[in-house]
């Protein structure tokens, strides 16, 4: 119970915190917000950056963007046309194997209740 109470009011300090300084209201109020906070937090992500030795790959040029993204979107379009012309072969073989399944079930039950006296 005291684990959900700190949880509480934590989360309860975020909301306060939160309203209290205009994350919420209009969206001039949120761009200086965070232009204050940007402004705040860069000499500490400077350092930061410089203690991770870590380098991101660089981001692939537009043209391999827009290459993907059409290729990709093509794919998807081609599956699901082919899901379409065969949506009624898919249809029917699922048709036939409920009924398949149906009938076996009923004759099943037909054979049990003839034997019982």
């Given at each position: 119970?005291?684990?959900?109470?700190?949880?509480?009011?934590?989360?309860?300090?975020?909301?306060?915190?939160?309203?209290?300084?205009?994350?919420?209201?209009?969206?001039?109020?949120?761009q200086v917000?965070?232009?204050?906070?940007?402004?705040?937090?860069?000499?500490?992500?400077?350092?930061?950056?410089?203690?991770?030795?870590?380098?991101?790959?660089?981001?692939?040029?537009?043209?391999?963007?827009?290459?993907?993204?059409?290729?990709?979107?093509?794919c998807g379009?081609?599956?699901?046309?082919?899901?379409?012309?065969?949506?009624?072969?898919?249809?029917?073989?699922?048709?036939?194997?409920?009924?398949?399944?149906?009938?076996?079930?009923?004759?099943?039950?037909?054979?049990?209740?003839?034997?019982?006296?």
């Amino acid at each position: 119970m005291l684990k959900f109470g700190i949880k509480s009011a934590v989360l309860g300090s975020a909301v306060y915190y939160t309203v209290d300084k205009g994350v919420w209201k209009d969206s001039a109020t949120t761009q200086v917000l965070y232009e204050e906070l940007e402004k705040g937090m860069s000499p500490y992500v400077g350092e930061f950056k410089k203690k991770i030795p870590v380098e991101l790959p660089p981001l692939p040029s537009n043209d391999r963007i827009s290459y993907l993204f059409k290729y990709y979107w093509n794919c998807g379009v081609k599956t699901t046309f082919e899901f379409l012309v065969e949506l009624p072969t898919h249809t029917s073989n699922a048709a036939t194997i409920v009924y398949n399944k149906i009938s076996s079930a009923l004759d099943s039950t037909e054979s049990t209740s003839t034997e019982k006296p």
